[in-house]
């Protein structure tokens, strides 16, 4: 479909960019120019490029609408200042407009006219528009290129940005500093180190490394890829340093448990900035003692909710929960301002206890906050619910928020799973398949193959929900999605095919599909894929009491007493002991 036939769609037209108006405060600015057909082009242009009225910044644009009413014309130069101006400003309405009244007066083919438009839709995160009109381009320059790049790297669609790249690479147009450093932050992002040094070499060789801005690029890649060392040696070789480059390094050695070294840099950094005592504080908080990482925040400059939600993530994270709870009650005493990502670190950190009354508590306070709309928080009330048993409450929360992503959608289908609702697992996936701009992913697949066991679903019907996730959606099984297809075979007595699909998955070296294998052997009773299952786990994990006890089940099952017996005698030998159940609810005081 053609840039002016999707235009059209949205029902936007010529006539309708002429009749564009703004609001009253900017007409008796105007009301100063001519407002009859006394206009020309170059009036037109005169009158646009010129306006230096910070007061009324959108005045270039009502004077766009009167030019075009007088029946003129605008040249490429004065079209290109006013896309840039719907971008700066915001104007999605107006900048579509004037898109229509580029391709219908025949700038459609103007490189500078159109790479203005790629970034006005990229501005707008409408980076699929951008790119059907990036490929209308006869000759794209390395700005249409690389503005489409930053796109996708900013939507989080980092292989499509190197996708982009690469086509770049095999173009006739000679990539730039702007292109390499954003391939760069995909390449980080999804640490392919091996591209990234590619891409470093291709800096050198161009000679744009002593860049400030390049430099600090390959710092964050090579943090992000776990390379430490050459994240240190580019901050060394580095001549002009600025706050970017010492909280780039920082991030790559806390990140990456070298927190003696970061601890280093923050220490001889000239004038620390609150991100860099975040950095630390967060590196601390995951892989050192939590207490050094309070210690920083009570004695760091401005802290802000990032500094607080650092420690919160790093209790919650370990499974500390209740102390994450009492970092919370001195964030509340201490006047912190909560935002989004503190109350979803502590619901987490709730529905792992199955805390209601906590819950409840924080549900009230998003409300207070006016965040119990938001997506992230949405998302977490609804975990938290479901894993507390409230399913229905979940269900409410989601039916009433204004925007969904798929980690709402994973976190309403998981909890139906969790509480047993398998029906409404297949009817909610049922309906995710047809929202528009979402796709399942590996977690929407494990639930609905969790689904078709717990519905006792012929196993044919979860060999094609298997086939789609791999070939519609393109996802690569875990271990996971291959235990779940496991225990559908030995529900119909068919573990005697799972050996050749664990290898075929290239799962062999998995205890975790093994021990699934042989749990499956359970129920059907199959006791030589049983005796090989367990030989597999044994040489994988060594002695596990699940093994003992699983073939010491089956021999029952099918009253082999001797063996019964042979196995218990061998699990005193070894000294193996069952591992003893236990459970808990919250308890009211």
């Not at 909280?247 to 001889?268: E, G, M, P, T």
């Not at 819950?359 to 507390?388: E, F, P, Q, R």
Request: glycine share 6%; proline share 2%; charged share 20%.
């Amino acid at each position: 479909m053609s840039c002016l036939t999707k235009l059209y769609a949205l029902g936007i037209s010529s006539r309708r960019l002429q009749q564009y108006h703004l609001s009253s405060k900017h007409l008796s600015t105007f009301s100063e120019y001519p407002q009859t057909n006394i206009f020309n082009s170059h009036t037109c242009s005169n009158l646009l490029v010129t306006h230096d009225d910070e007061s009324n910044p959108d005045l270039p644009l009502l004077r766009a609408s009167q030019c075009l009413k007088s029946g003129n014309k605008l040249d490429s130069y004065v079209l290109v200042y006013l896309i840039r101006e719907c971008t700066n400003l915001g104007h999605h309405f107006f900048g579509q407009q004037l898109h229509c009244h580029v391709l219908l007066s025949g700038f459609g083919s103007n490189v500078f006219v159109s790479t203005a438009l790629v970034n006005f839709y990229v501005k707008f995160d409408l980076v699929t528009y951008a790119h059907d009109l990036f490929d209308e381009i006869h000759v794209p320059s390395v700005v249409s290129w690389n503005s489409l790049i930053s796109g996708y790297v900013h939507s989080g669609q980092f292989r499509k940005a190197l996708d982009l790249f690469l086509q770049l690479e095999r173009s006739i147009i000679w990539s730039d500093s702007f292109s390499l450093t954003g391939a760069l932050s995909a390449s980080g992002q999804l640490s392919l180190m091996r591209l990234g040094k590619c891409i470093h070499s291709k800096i050198v060789k161009l000679g744009v490394e002593c860049s400030l801005f390049v430099g600090n690029c390959l710092i964050d890649m090579y943090g992000k890829c776990g390379s430490v060392d050459d994240a240190i040696q580019i901050f060394h070789g580095m001549d002009n340093k600025d706050t970017i480059t010492w909280n780039s390094v920082i991030a790559a050695c806390a990140r990456n448990q070298r927190l003696r070294q970061a601890l280093s840099f923050l220490h001889n950094m000239p004038n620390p900035d609150t991100i860099s005592y975040n950095e630390m504080i967060n590196g601390i908080a995951q892989f050192g003692n939590i207490k050094d990482a309070i210690e920083i925040l009570s004695k760091m400059p401005n802290p802000n909710s990032s500094s607080w939600n650092s420690v919160v993530t790093g209790y919650v994270n370990r499974g500390r929960a209740r102390e994450a709870l009492d970092v919370f009650s001195k964030m509340h005493s201490s006047d912190v301002t909560m935002d989004q990502f503190t109350f979803s670190i502590l619901l987490s950190g709730i529905a792992s206890l199955s805390a209601l009354t906590w819950g409840t508590v924080i549900h009230c306070y998003t409300v207070k906050y006016g965040l119990d709309t938001s997506v992230v928080v949405g998302s977490a009330l609804i975990d938290m619910y479901s894993k507390t048993g409230q399913v229905k409450r979940a269900e409410s929360i989601f039916q009433s928020l204004p925007e969904k992503n798929l980690v709402t959608w994973n976190a309403m289908i998981s909890g139906y799973a969790h509480n047993g609702n398998y029906t409404e697992v297949l009817q909610l996936f049922e309906h995710l398949k047809m929202v528009k701009g979402l796709q399942p992913d590996g977690i929407t697949f494990l639930n609905v193959l969790s689904a078709c066991w717990h519905n006792r679903l012929p196993l044919e019907v979860a060999n094609w929900y298997f086939e789609s996730m791999t070939k519609d959606y393109a996802i690569n099984p875990t271990a996971e999605h291959c235990s779940s297809i496991i225990r559908l075979m030995g529900q119909e007595g068919e573990v005697w095919r799972a050996e050749k699909m664990i290898n075929e998955l290239g799962f062999a070296s998995c205890g975790m599909v093994w021990k699934s294998l042989l749990g499956a052997c359970v129920p059907c009773g199959d006791i030589e894929v049983a005796k090989a299952a367990a030989a597999k786990v044994i040489e994988l994990e060594g002695d596990d009491e699940f093994v003992y006890v699983s073939m010491s089940n089956i021999y029952a099952q099918y009253g082999k007493w001797g063996d019964v017996g042979a196995v218990r005698k061998l699990m005193r030998a070894r000294r193996v002991k069952k591992e003893v159940g236990c459970s808990w609810i919250e308890v009211e005081r």
